[in-house]
């Protein structure tokens, strides 16, 4: 996914200016690392991990934007809905199909 077409993604789901541009820069510094995985998303893997099904609804039903994950697999996801433009720690195991219990970091 180039950049354009995360721009196309991002305003179909209403994601904020402000939050595009941080999203934005943060994919510029996605890596992986064979020991812990991803730490930073590049562009298809924020619309990739945000629109993923996990059990029964997706992190942007909640609100969320992922944009990093976990050693563990857990997200780290920006709010776009709720308390904009703050992080949360997702915890993917504790969901119940309708909300993903979180954490705020940030």
Do not use: Q
């Amino acid at each position: 996914m180039n950049e354009t077409e995360f721009r196309i993604w991002a305003n179909e789901h209403s994601v904020p200016n402000e939050i595009v541009a941080a999203l934005m820069k943060s994919s510029g510094l996605a890596t992986e690392d064979t020991l812990v995985g991803r730490a930073m998303l590049d562009f298809a893997g924020i619309a990739e991990l945000t629109d993923d099904v996990i059990i029964e609804s997706c992190p942007f039903d909640a609100g969320f934007v992922v944009f990093g994950d976990c050693p563990n697999g857990d997200p780290i996801a920006i709010d776009v809905k709720n308390n904009v433009g703050t992080i949360h720690y997702l915890s993917h195991e504790e969901s119940d199909g309708c909300n993903f219990p979180s954490f705020r970091v940030a």
